[in-house]
């Protein structure tokens, strides 16, 4: 989606530098990690509203990664409804600390969980998707039975909320998506394997705006970015955006690489206290895989992710 191309827009290509930060989140162990490479995260937090509605909780979290040491351009999908500390507000769904602080709390929680030292952070109206998508001239998609179905459904839905007149998808197999119908593809969850399924076809899309950005002029990518620039807000500035931008000529051909976390094979889903929830088992394990996948290199948890790592496993245990 447009998240993916977003932040890449606006990561350094030279070795990034982290401080430890409090406030964020950071700890020593996690800005150590992240100092002196050319591994630019950002976090991305995707609102499915009309606009930025205070309380409202972030329907999609990502960490995008432009890797210029191993020219490649990452997406990890963080579960929304992942069990983890909300500093200030004990444990919750991962999705919650947007409700509770915005993108700064939801930032801060990112790092304290999973030992990571992200710094910026972009928010995105899911109708940039409709924008972005359009402005490429749409994306081809492999869709089946099911999801057509549900896919028209979902473009009803836009068409009314948004005064558009998408038409229907007839028939399976590949098909070209404008902007309305790639957004109602990114929305199906009850489909196959529920959320987990909903973030794969997020990021499928955001991989088939990215395929197609990187072929454009830059005068064209530009053009882009002022298209999707209304629908967003960051904690970066307008002077940092712009003096990056050109860094995209440079990973044109980087590989798109895509991870989930907590990892297919390190979760359990499970209810507590009537609520439904995803659990890391373990999130120490998940940690060293997010890192693995980030950095390309084994990492040691922090004591800190063990302490929550160990509460956890003893929460779900019970």
């Given at each position: 989606m447009a998240a993916l191309l977003v932040a890449t827009y606006v990561v350094l290509i030279w070795p990034v530098f982290v401080t430890v930060s409090p406030s964020r989140g950071i700890s020593l162990k996690a800005a150590t990690e992240a100092s002196g490479k050319r591994i630019m995260n950002v976090a991305v937090f995707g609102i499915d509203s009309r606009s930025d509605v205070a309380g409202a909780?972030?329907?999609?979290?990502?960490?995008?990664?432009?890797?210029n040491k191993h020219k490649k351009i990452k997406a990890t999908s963080l579960m929304r409804d992942?069990?983890?500390?909300?500093?200030?507000?004990d444990y919750?769904?991962?999705?919650?600390?947007?409700?509770?602080?915005?993108?700064?709390?939801?930032l801060k929680t990112i790092n304290t969980n999973f030992d990571t030292a992200v710094t910026d952070y972009i928010v995105i109206n899911f109708n940039c998707t409709i924008k972005v998508v359009n402005a490429v001239g749409?994306?081809?998609?492999?869709?089946?039975?099911?999801?057509?179905?549900?896919?028209?459904?979902?473009?009803?839905?836009?068409?009314?909320?948004?005064?558009?007149?998408?038409k229907h998808i007839t028939g399976s197999g590949t098909k070209h998506l404008n902007g309305v119908q790639a957004l109602a593809y990114s929305r199906i969850r009850y489909v196959g394997n529920g959320d987990f399924g909903r973030t794969q076809r997020q990021r499928t899309v955001m991989q088939k705006v990215l395929n197609k950005a990187k072929k454009m002029s830059l005068s064209k990518q530009?053009?882009?970015?002022?298209?999707?620039?209304?629908?967003?807000?960051?904690?970066?500035?307008?002077?940092?955006?712009?003096?990056?931008l050109f860094n995209i000529a440079l990973i044109r051909n980087a590989d798109f690489q895509q991870q989930q976390i907590p990892d297919a094979n390190q979760l359990s889903l499970g209810y507590l206290k009537g609520q439904s929830y995803v659990f890391p088992m373990s999130l120490s394990e998940n940690v060293q895989t997010l890192h693995r996948f980030i950095y390309e290199h084994t990492y040691s948890p922090s004591t800190r992710t063990q302490d929550i790592s160990e509460h956890i496993d003893t929460v779900w245990q019970q």
């Open positions: 909780r972030s329907d999609s979290i990502m960490i995008v990664t432009s890797d992942t069990y983890v500390q909300i500093p200030g507000h919750g769904k991962l999705n919650a600390a947007y409700a509770y602080g915005g993108p700064t709390l939801a749409g994306v081809d998609v492999d869709l089946s039975s099911a999801e057509v179905k549900v896919l028209n459904d979902y473009v009803d839905n836009i068409n009314r909320t948004n005064n558009t007149s998408a530009y053009r882009l970015y002022k298209t999707i620039k209304p629908y967003i807000k960051t904690n970066m500035s307008n002077a940092r955006i712009f003096k990056f």
